[in-house]
C-alpha cells in the first residue's frame, strides 16, 4: 500500500493540467475550499471556456478592481441570474458558431454560484435553464450558508447548524431545517449528467468536469466546499473535513447519468459515525447526543435511498430497449 501511495504522488500530478487558470494572489480566507475547488474546475475545463459567475465569495476575493485571478473569459453577474446569463452566454456562441465566426472551436459556457445563488435566489433561473436544453454546465460550490455576507443560513445548512439568522441558545438549536437535495431537483429536470463532488477528491471532481465538459446541453455538478470561517474550523482541516463528509455518509460522491446512478468514491465498509465529521466543527458544538442521533438516523436514511438507486436505476438507453 505504501508503494502504491509513493506512486500515486509521482504520477498525480501528470494527470491535471499545469496551466493556472484561477491563480495565486487571490484574497480567499485561509483554508478555503472554495478556492481549491474552482482552480480545480478550471485545469479541468481548459481554455476555451465563458464563465458567467454570481455575486458570492469567489467574485469578491478574485476581482478586487484593478486585479483579477481569472485567466479565462469571466463575467461578473447578480446574485439571482448567473444560469440566465449563461443561457445568454450559450446563445450568443451558438449565433457566433452558425456564423462561422468560431467555426474550428467548441467553446463551453460555464455558469457558477454558492449555494444560497443556486439552491435559493437562483434556483428559477437554474431550473429555466436546464428545462431550456441550453448547452451549458452548472457548478454550485456549496459551503451551507451565505458566507459573503456574514454566514447567513441558506435552504442547503444542514440541521442542527448554527449561523447569525438561525443561532443556536435557549430557543432554539440552530437551523431547523434539512438540507435541500439539489442534486435530485437537477435529476428531475432530465439532465444528462448530474454529479456531486467535493475538492478534498480533486481527480473525481476533475474527471466529472471533463465529462461534463464533453455533453452537448445541460449538466449540473454540485461541489461540497469546506468553508473553516463559516464552519469555525481550523483552517488545516480544510482537506480532512471533505473527507469526513464522505467517509461518514454526509455527503455521498455519485454521478447520475442518463438515469443511471454510480458511486464515484467508495466509503469504507462501515460508515464512521457523524460525530467524527461534527465534532471539529464550532456551528455544531451545541448539539446535544440525542440532537447528533438524529442526524445519525437521517444520514444512514438518505445513504440508504442512494444505495437502493444505485442498485435499481437503469440509463435511459437500457430502458429504451
Not at 67 to 78: F, M, N, Q
Not at 96 to 121: E, F, H, P, Q, S
Not at 180 to 190: A, C, D, F, R, S
Amino acid at each position: 500500500m505504501k508503494a502504491l501511495v509513493e506512486n500515486f504522488d509521482i504520477f498525480a500530478p501528470r494527470l491535471v493540467d499545469k496551466e493556472e487558470y484561477f491563480c495565486a494572489g487571490h484574497r480567499a480566507c485561509q483554508g478555503c475550499g472554495e478556492a481549491l475547488a474552482i482552480r480545480q474546475m478550471c485545469k479541468a475545463l481548459g481554455k476555451d471556456t465563458v464563465i458567467a459567475n454570481a455575486t458570492g465569495c469567489m467574485e469578491v476575493i478574485s476581482t478586487l478592481y484593478p486585479t483579477t485571478a481569472w485567466k479565462l473569459p469571466w463575467i461578473h453577474v447578480a446574485f439571482p441570474n448567473a444560469a440566465a446569463v449563461g443561457s445568454g452566454v450559450e446563445a450568443g456562441l451558438t449565433a457566433l458558431r452558425r456564423k462561422g465566426k468560431i467555426a474550428d472551436r467548441y467553446v463551453k459556457t460555464v455558469a457558477i454560484g454558492g449555494d444560497g445563488g443556486t439552491a435559493d435566489i437562483g434556483l428559477q433561473a437554474l431550473s429555466g435553464a436546464m428545462e431550456r436544453g441550453h448547452d451549458m454546465l452548472y457548478v454550485c460550490f456549496d459551503n451551507e450558508a451565505y458566507m459573503n455576507t456574514g454566514i447567513q443560513r441558506s435552504s442547503a445548512t444542514p440541521f442542527g447548524a448554527s449561523t447569525t439568522t438561525a443561532p443556536a441558545g435557549k430557543a432554539s438549536f440552530g437551523n431547523k431545517t434539512w438540507k435541500k437535495n439539489l442534486p435530485e431537483i437537477m435529476v428531475g429536470h432530465n439532465l444528462a449528467y448530474v454529479a456531486t463532488a467535493c475538492h478534498s477528491y480533486p481527480l473525481d471532481f476533475i474527471e466529472k468536469v471533463k465529462k461534463a465538459r464533453k455533453i452537448k446541453g445541460p449538466t449540473y455538478i454540485h461541489c461540497f466546499s469546506v468553508c473553516p470561517t463559516g464552519w469555525r474550523a481550523k483552517s488545516e482541516e480544510c482537506i480532512k473535513l471533505g473527507r469526513l463528509a464522505v467517509e461518514t455518509g454526509v455527503f455521498p460522491l455519485y454521478e447520475v447519468e442518463k438515469g443511471k446512478y454510480r458511486m464515484t468514491i467508495d466509503p469504507p465498509e462501515k460508515l464512521r459515525p457523524v460525530e467524527d465529521y461534527l465534532k471539529p466543527q464550532g456551528r455544531f458544538r451545541h448539539l446535544t447526543p440525542d440532537q447528533i442521533k438524529i442526524i445519525q438516523d437521517r444520514v444512514i436514511l438518505e445513504y440508504k435511498k442512494l444505495q437502493n438507486k444505485i442498485k435499481c436505476s437503469k440509463s435511459w438507453d437500457e430502458l429504451a430497449k
